[in-house]
Structures are given as C-alpha cells and as structure tokens.
C-alpha cells in the first residue's frame, strides 16, 4: 500500500539546517544527489582555497555551500559623451557581449553615444491607516513633518553633508479605494550610494514618530490617538531616477548596413519594428529583455541589485497604461535617431560594490564613477544590446549571428575535442547553426 513505501530521499525534512556547519549542509544536501561524493567534490572545487575570501562570500547570503561562476566579460572602447570606457559585463548568454562590443565599435565612428541624467530621485512610501477626520491630519502635517525631520537628524546627517538627504513629504490619500488607507510618499538624494538601507531606515523611524505623534493628541479621541503603520519601505519603482541615452547619425551613414537597402530605408524599417514594440506588449516583453542584457550585465559586474533595475525599467514601460518598449525612434530631416529613456537606481559605494572584490576591480576599471556616470554606462550598454538585436531582426535575422556563438557550447555539450571544435567551427561557417545539425556533423567526423 501507498502509506508502506519506503520514504524516499528528498520526501526527509532537513530540520535545523541554518544551524549547520558549512559541511554538514553540504553533506545533507548532497544526499538528494544520485551521487552525494561527485556533487559535493564539484562544490568543493569552486570554493576559493583562501579561508578570509571565502567566509566573505559565504556572508553574502545564507545557507551558502558553494559559489556559482558567471562569465565575465568586457566591451572596449565604448564612448559615452567623448570618453572611452572598458566597460565590465557579466553575464552568460552568448553573443551579448560581442553584441554590445560590434555596436560600441559602429557608433564610436559616428560620434559615439550621447547621455543625460534626467533626474536622481528616489521614492519611499509609509503606508498607514487611520480612522479620524481627513482634515485633522492635513491641519496636522507640517507638525507632522518637523517631527519626521527632527526624529532622523542623526540618521540624514552625512548624507546631507554630501549633498542628499529628504528631499520632499508629500500625504497620499487611498481612503477611496481602501477605507482609511493614508500614506506618505517620500523622495530623496542619495548620492553614490543605492540608498536602500538609508530609506528603509528613515521611513521606519517615520513610522514610529508617526504613532508617537498621535499618542499624544490629547485633543483626539481614543480612536484617533491610533496609527497602524501597515509597512515602510523604499519603492523600486523611480520614474524620477533616469537616465536617457542616444546615437544618431545622417541615414546616409547606414548605408552598407543591409546590402537590400540604403540607409535611408535601412532607418525607416529600423524605426518600423522599434515602433512595433511601443504598441505590442508581445514584442515589447522581448525588445526590453535585450535592453536588459547589457544593463544586467553592468549592474551585476559592479555589485548593484538587477533585480530592482528591471523592476523600476518594466513598471516605467507600463506608465501609460499598456507596456511598451523603453527605446524610440526618430527620423527628422534625414538624421536618424535613437533613444533609451530608462529609470537606474544605482550605487558605486555601500553594499556589495565595497565587499565583492570584483565589483570593486569593475569600478576599478571605469575609473571609479560617481552613481550618476555608472547609470549612464549601463544604460549605453542597454542601448548597444537593443541597437544591435534591431539591426539584426531586420536584417539577417538573430539566430545567424547567435547560433554561432551558440555553437561552442553545443560541442562541450556533445563533448567534442579541440580539433573536433575547429573543424565544426570550419564546418558551420556558412551554414545555419543547430544542435541536432551540430550532433549529426560531429557523428558523421567520428564515423
């Protein structure tokens, strides 16, 4: 019967697991592997043979048994605004890189991309219930606010002494849509830093001064005198935080681009499928991944959260009510135009961009920007991947060009020796890359 069937390995509960030793994690792990010595000998072999390195990365996170490689990359001679950087990439898909790199290489001969801050303001909310009059705490907010300010001079003062702190306090009122439902929405200037630990830290202490506040409103009834603070927290998302960042050229400078067209032509059909992924959220989903391929990639080489720039990237392409591509395109006068308008949240000091040694050699390597210089080199990457991923959809099409960066990854898969590798390399030069045409040349060399 069901219930006499012997407990399988992965049905046990690990009870207690946080507490364990690195190794005994590991071990207790392994057991849900069919092979529990091979997998713990594969961890083990990506562990750094220095003892202080490695406990520094096992802080990272929790329940680290093992560190997980990624490639890393860079893309030369990337001109942004008349200055040439070597800009970092980590990533693992194939072709991104030489994509970024190919694009960098065209534009920096026809001036070379264009950046601009729109603005670096970033958004905490207090999100609080209360049950009395609307009035009473619109009459009340400017106390209100001194107390806020007050309450967090210690927590704001080296900020403000680099030029950021609070920049606004601004009431919300939700009541229509959920019954006594207030919050405070909250700007700021961090400066080189993300900022997330210094908003969390303000709008908690906010939180407090705001239930204290109205504890003592002898004037209030009982309950008045009562806030639930429901959570303070920074938003992601910061439509004011943005970064806009350009090529353009005459249209007779894309010619050559698409032997089938000029560049004129070449442009209009450029913009033609730009367009289609402002009014398609199908092919808006895609045309933004790419555009993320060469931000991720700069985030994650310097220690920043990709994870917070995509969210803030995909909630402003749904602004206006449908989601839409972050890029446009203009042609006037025959000059041709490209643009991303992006929100990039980002650090160059605090966090992992201090602790990760990489992420350190990667600003490094940038010449130690300020917040504002790196979110302009990782949306230029942005730019380059998306230019690059456009031109080729419209012109050979993409799986040409990837598939055969793709390739060196099908023969480790099929287990293929060096020679094997360059005669597949000689092999599939001119031909449509798969793995299925990959697997049957590779069959056909060893038979």
């Known amino acids: 019967m069901e219930e006499n069937k012997p407990l399988r390995k992965r049905d046990k509960i690990i009870r207690g697991f946080s507490k364990l030793l690195k190794e005994e994690k590991l071990k207790a792990v392994a057991e849900y592997i069919e092979n529990p010595g091979e997998f713990i000998a594969l961890l083990k072999s990506f562990w750094y043979q220095d003892f202080e390195k490695q406990k520094q990365f096992d802080e990272f996170s929790e329940n680290t048994i093992s560190n997980y490689h990624v490639p890393y990359g860079v893309s030369p001679n990337v001109v942004i605004n008349g200055k040439s950087y070597v800009v970092p990439m980590v990533i693992e898909e194939s072709s991104v890189v030489a994509a970024a790199s190919a694009a960098a290489k065209f534009w920096g001969d026809r001036g070379g991309f264009h950046a601009e801050i729109v603005d670096v303001k970033k958004v905490g909310q207090v999100h609080f219930c209360w049950k009395g009059e609307k009035q009473t705490l619109i009459n009340l907010l400017p106390e209100i606010k001194n107390e806020f300010i007050k309450n967090t001079d210690s927590i704001t003062e080296k900020m403000k002494k680099r030029g950021g702190g609070i920049l606004d306090i601004e009431l ?54 009562i806030v639930e603070i429901v959570m303070c927290i920074l938003s992601n998302y910061t439509p004011e935080c943005r970064v806009k960042v350009w090529v353009e050229c005459p249209t007779s400078e894309l010619n050559g681009i698409d032997e089938r067209l000029d560049g004129k032509a070449f442009a209009e059909k450029f913009k033609k499928a730009v367009d289609i992924a402002i009014i398609d959220p199908y092919r808006a989903a895609t045309h933004n991944k790419g555009i993320y391929n060469g931000i991720d990639a700069v985030v994650i080489a310097t220690g920043n959260d990709f994870r917070a720039t995509e969210a803030a990237g995909h909630s402003y392409a749904a602004r206006n009510g449908h989601y839409a591509s972050l890029s446009y395109v203009e042609i006037k006068d025959d000059i041709f135009r490209f643009t991303l308008d992006v929100p990039l949240a980002l650090g160059t000091v605090g966090g992992l961009t201090s602790l990760h040694p990489l992420a350190k050699k990667s600003l490094e390597l940038l010449g130690n920007p300020s917040a504002k210089e790196l979110m302009m080199i990782a949306a230029t990457m942005g730019l380059a991947n998306n230019y690059a991923a456009v031109k080729s959809l419209t012109t050979k099409g993409i799986q040409q060009g990837h598939m055969k960066m793709h390739l060196a990854n099908i023969m480790n898969q099929l287990g293929a020796t060096e020679e094997e590798k360059i005669k597949a390399e000689q092999y599939f030069k001119d031909k449509t890359v798969s793995y299925s045409e990959a697997e049957r040349f590779i069959s056909k060399i060893r038979s």
Do not use: W
């Open 172 to 225: 919300i009122d939700f009541t229509d849509k959920i019954p006594d439902y207030y919050q405070f929405l909250v700007t700021f200037n961090t400066c080189d830093s993300m900022g997330a630990n210094f908003i969390n830290s303000i709008l908690e202490s906010f939180g407090h001064t705001l239930q204290d506040f109205f504890s003592k409103q002898d004037n209030l009834d009982e309950e008045s005198r």
